[in-house]
C-alpha cells in the first residue's frame, strides 16, 4: 500500500483498517458467543452496532490527528476536533434514511461522536473546519480500506453535523426505547473499541465446560450430595432469586450452580475472600476460564504465577481480559460494577455488559447503606435491560428486600437455615478490658478469639494482658494497621492455630479467613456484624457444651458512631439484652437482622435518612455525565486510607526502595513492586495526612491509588503502627 494511504489509529504504528477489522471480528464474536442472551437487541441494533464499529474512527483520518501521530508539528486545522466527532461525518445520510429512522440516525452520530466521552462545542467554525477535514478524505479512505470498504459507501459525506448540538445524548433521547438503545449500542461499541486497542477477544466462552457444569461435575465426582439450597439455586437458573443461607451451607456452590452457563460476574465485599473463591474456582472446581478484578488484583496474579514478570506475561494478559469483561466468569469488588447507577462517563459500557449476563451479590448487609442502595438499584436497571441476579447472605436488611419489592423487581426467595447447635451466648454489661482474667482462664485450655471494633481498643487490650500475664503468655494481634507483609504472616497463623491461646483482632476477621475458635469474647457492633464474629466460633463444629462460647460486652464498646452507625448499634443492643444463655438458631439471626434494619425501626435515624436518599435520588435520574468514574469510585470503595512505608522499614530497606523509584522499566519496576514494595506498605487512615506526618514517595499530580508515602509513625511487627507515636529519625514523639 501507497504510504500517502496509509492511516494510523495508534501511535505504536497499528492502522485504521486493522484496528477496524479487529472490531468488526470481535463484534462477530460477540453476537456469536453471546447473542442469544442480549435479549433487547435486534436486527436493528447490530446493523447499527456494526456502521458504528466501521466508522467510529475516521475521525483520525485528519490532517492534523495523523500528523500527531507521525510526531510532525502542524498548524492546519482541525487540531481541535476530537476524532470522534468528526468521524460522522463519514456516514453516508442518503443510504442511511432509506433503512432507519431520523431516531436511529441522530442515534448512530452521537454513538460515534460521544464513543470518548469528550466534551466540545459546536459552532460555525467548527463547521467550517469540519468540512475542511473531509475534503479529498474519500479516495485516501477508499485506497487505506481496499476491499472492505465494498460493504459501506463512502461516497456522500453526511456534512450536517450541526446535528451533533448537544454534548449529552440524553437531552435529546426522551423515550425509554431510545434510551436503552443508546446504552446498549454505545456500550458494545466502547467495549468493542477497549478490546480491539488491548489486542485481546472482547468475550471468552467454552460453551460446553460452563462453570455451572464443572461445578456440578465436581460435587457429583467428590460424592457431594447437593445442600437445599444448591438445588434451590439450580433449579431456578435463569430467575432472579434472593437466596438467605446460613454459614456454610454452600451458598458459592449455589451461585455458581445458578450462573446457567451465560457470562457471570460474582461480588463480594472483600479482597481476601476474592482471592480465596477465584484460587479455589480454579485450582479445587477446576474451572480455568474465570477472572478477578480488583484494586490489587494485579499484584494477586503476579504472585500466584510461577515466572518472574520479565520472563512471562500470562498473568498480565489474563489481568487485560479481566479489565475487557471477557472472561465468563469474574470474581470482582462491586466497585468494579456498580458505578453505572450514578451515570458517569463511560457508564454505558458497564450497564451494556450486564445486560445479557448474570450477576451474583455476595454479603450485602457489609456496605454503607449508600452503598447498598446503589446495588439495589443496580440490580433493578440490571433486570430492565435483560440481566439477571442472585443476591444471598446469612442475613438480609428488611429493607433491603422492601426496596425490591418496592420498585417491582420479580425474585424468588428461598431461605435455608443452619439447625446445628453452634453457640451458647453470654450478655455481659460492662467493658470487655475488664474482664481479661476470664480471656486468660479461657485460653489455657481452649483457643479463644477476642473481636474488638477499633484498632486502639485492640492494642489496649494485648498490651494489659502483656502487661499483666508477661511476655511468655500465648496472646497475638491482628488488625489492618499492620503492613501487607505482616499481616499475610499474622493472617495464616490464625488460620492454622491449633494450640490454645489468645488472638485480640478487629471486624477484620468476620468474614475475609477461615477460622474456627472455641470461645468468642466480643465488644457489641450491629446485630449482623455480631452474628457475623458468632461464625468465627464452632463455624464448622457442634457445640455439645452447657456453658457459653461467646461472651458479648455491651458496655465501654469503641467505634460507636464512626465504625458503626449509632442508631443501628443502640437498636441492636435493645435486642440482644434477652439473648442472654440463649441458642440461636440461623432463622432466628436472620429474623432478628430483618427486623432490627426495617423501615419501622430506622425510620428517623441517619442510616435510613441516607439509604433512602440515595435510593431515591436515583431513581428519579440523576443527570448523566455529571460525575468523572473516578469520583464514583470513590463512593464505592475505601478510599479513606492511603499506602504508606513506615520510616523504619524505609530506613533498613531504603536501597530497594530507592531501586524501585528508579527503575524505568515497566515489568522491572512492578515486579520490585510486588516482591518487596507491597510487603512493607501499610493501609493507615486518610486523617493521618492532615497531621503532617505523611510524606509523598510516589505521587501522581492527580492522586491515584497508586500513591505511595513515608509514614513517620512507629511501627513494629508486634504492635503494629502507632499513629499516636510521631517518629523522627531516632526520636519519638508522642501525640
Given at each position: 500500500m501507497n504510504n500517502e494511504n496509509i492511516i494510523l489509529a495508534k501511535s505504536d504504528g497499528e492502522t485504521l483498517k486493522e484496528h477496524t477489522e479487529q472490531l468488526l471480528a470481535n463484534l462477530e464474536r460477540l453476537r456469536k458467543l453471546y447473542g442469544q442472551d442480549l435479549k433487547i437487541a435486534g436486527q436493528k441494533e447490530w446493523s447499527l452496532l456494526e456502521l458504528a464499529a466501521f466508522y467510529h474512527d475516521f475521525g483520525k483520518a485528519s490532517k492534523s490527528f495523523q500528523n500527531k501521530l507521525k510526531n510532525k508539528n502542524s498548524k492546519s486545522g482541525g487540531s481541535d476536533i476530537p476524532h470522534g466527532v468528526l468521524s460522522p461525518v463519514f456516514l453516508d445520510y442518503e443510504t442511511l434514511k432509506k433503512q432507519y429512522s431520523e431516531t436511529e440516525i441522530k442515534l448512530l452520530i452521537h454513538v460515534i461522536a460521544h464513543h470518548h466521552d469528550r466534551e466540545f462545542r459546536l459552532s460555525g467554525e467548527f463547521v467550517k473546519k469540519v468540512k475542511e477535514e473531509t475534503e479529498a478524505k474519500d479516495k485516501t479512505l477508499n485506497a487505506h480500506f481496499g476491499k472492505i470498504v465494498a460493504k459501506y459507501d463512502l461516497k456522500n459525506y453526511f456534512l450536517n453535523v450541526s446535528i451533533i448540538t448537544e454534548k449529552n445524548p440524553f437531552k435529546i433521547f426522551k423515550e425509554s426505547f431510545e434510551k436503552k438503545m443508546y446504552i446498549l449500542i454505545k456500550g458494545l461499541l466502547t467495549r468493542l473499541d477497549y478490546a480491539a486497542s488491548a489486542h485481546v477477544d472482547v468475550e471468552i466462552r467454552n460453551e460446553s465446560d460452563t462453570v455451572d457444569v464443572v461445578t456440578y461435575n465436581w460435587l457429583k465426582n467428590n460424592n457431594f450430595t447437593l445442600r437445599p439450597p444448591q438445588e434451590f439455586a439450580r433449579q431456578r437458573k435463569g430467575q432472579n432469586i434472593v437466596l438467605i443461607a446460613s454459614t456454610g451451607m454452600g451458598k458459592t456452590g449455589s451461585a455458581l450452580l445458578w450462573a446457567n452457563g451465560r457470562k457471570t460476574f460474582f461480588t463480594l465485599p472483600i479482597r481476601t475472600s476474592i482471592n480465596h473463591i477465584y484460587k479455589r474456582i480454579i485450582e479445587q472446581i477446576g474451572f480455568k476460564d474465570v477472572g478477578i478484578l480488583h484494586s490489587t488484583s494485579l499484584e494477586f496474579?503476579?504472585?500466584?504465577?510461577?515466572?518472574?514478570?520479565?520472563?512471562?506475561?500470562?498473568?498480565?494478559?489474563?489481568?487485560?481480559?479481566?479489565?475487557?469483561?471477557?472472561?465468563?466468569?469474574?470474581?470482582?469488588?462491586?466497585?468494579?460494577?456498580?458505578?453505572?447507577?450514578?451515570?458517569?462517563?463511560?457508564?454505558e459500557r458497564i450497564l451494556a455488559t450486564l445486560s445479557y449476563s448474570n450477576v451474583i451479590v455476595d454479603e450485602i448487609q457489609a456496605y454503607t447503606p449508600k452503598i447498598a442502595a446503589s446495588i439495589l438499584y443496580g440490580l433493578k436497571e440490571i433486570a430492565d435491560f435483560g440481566g439477571k441476579f442472585l443476591l444471598m447472605s446469612a442475613t438480609i436488611p428488611g429493607i433491603y428486600l422492601d426496596a425490591l419489592e418496592n420498585m417491582g423487581l420479580t425474585f424468588e426467595m428461598g431461605e435455608f437455615y443452619d439447625t446445628e447447635r453452634r453457640n451458647v451466648i453470654a450478655i455481659m454489661d460492662f467493658d470487655i478490658s475488664e474482664d481479661i482474667n476470664s480471656i486468660v482462664r479461657c485460653s489455657k485450655e481452649k483457643r479463644v478469639l477476642v473481636i474488638v471494633n477499633t484498632v486502639r481498643k485492640a492494642v489496649e487490650l494485648y498490651e494489659k494482658i502483656r502487661n499483666t500475664y508477661g511476655d511468655e503468655y500465648n496472646v497475638q494481634l491482628l488488625h489492618g494497621l499492620f503492613t501487607r507483609g505482616d499481616r499475610q504472616v499474622k493472617e495464616e497463623k490464625i488460620t492454622n492455630m491449633r494450640e490454645p491461646g489468645v488472638w485480640i483482632s478487629t471486624q477484620i476477621v468476620e468474614a475475609s479467613l477461615d477460622i474456627d475458635f472455641d470461645i468468642l469474647f466480643t465488644e457489641f457492633s450491629t446485630l449482623d456484624s455480631l452474628f457475623q464474629r458468632m461464625g468465627r466460633c464452632y463455624r464448622k463444629r457442634v457445640y455439645e457444651g452447657l456453658k457459653p462460647n461467646v461472651y458479648v460486652y455491651t458496655s465501654g464498646c469503641s467505634g460507636i458512631g464512626k465504625v458503626y452507625d449509632k442508631d443501628v448499634h443502640r437498636i441492636g443492643k435493645e435486642h440482644i439484652v434477652n439473648l442472654n444463655g440463649r441458642e440461636l438458631s440461623g432463622k432466628e439471626k436472620s429474623e432478628l437482622v430483618r427486623e432490627v434494619y426495617s423501615k419501622e425501626k430506622l425510620l428517623g435515624t441517619k442510616y435510613y435518612n441516607e439509604f433512602s436518599t440515595t435510593l431515591n435520588l436515583l431513581k428519579n435520574g440523576l443527570v448523566p455525565y455529571e460525575l468523572e468514574k473516578n469520583e464514583v469510585h470513590k463512593e464505592l470503595r475505601d478510599v479513606s486510607k492511603i499506602e504508606a512505608i513506615p520510616l523504619r522499614l524505609y530506613e533498613e530497606h531504603k536501597d530497594k526502595v530507592e531501586a524501585f523509584l528508579k527503575e524505568k522499566d515497566y515489568k522491572k519496576k512492578f515486579e520490585i513492586f510486588v516482591k518487596e514494595i507491597s510487603k512493607m506498605l501499610v493501609s493507615v487512615p486518610y486523617y493521618v495526612y492532615e497531621k503532617g506526618i505523611l510524606k509523598p514517595l510516589v505521587y501522581s499530580s492527580k492522586g491515584s491509588s497508586n500513591d505511595?508515602?513515608?509514614?513517620?509513625?512507629?511501627?513494629?511487627?508486634?504492635?503494629?503502627?502507632?499513629?499516636?507515636?510521631?517518629?523522627?529519625?531516632?526520636?519519638?514523639?508522642?501525640?
Open positions: 496474579l503476579f504472585e500466584m504465577s510461577k515466572a518472574p514478570a520479565s520472563d512471562s506475561d500470562e498473568y498480565y494478559y489474563s489481568y487485560k481480559l479481566a479489565r475487557q469483561f471477557a472472561f465468563p466468569l469474574t470474581v470482582c469488588t462491586i466497585d468494579q460494577l456498580f458505578t453505572f447507577p450514578f451515570r458517569h462517563f463511560g457508564f505511595i508515602y513515608l509514614l513517620e509513625c512507629y511501627y513494629d511487627e508486634e504492635i503494629g503502627v502507632r499513629l499516636d507515636q510521631i517518629v523522627k529519625g531516632e526520636s519519638v514523639e508522642f501525640i
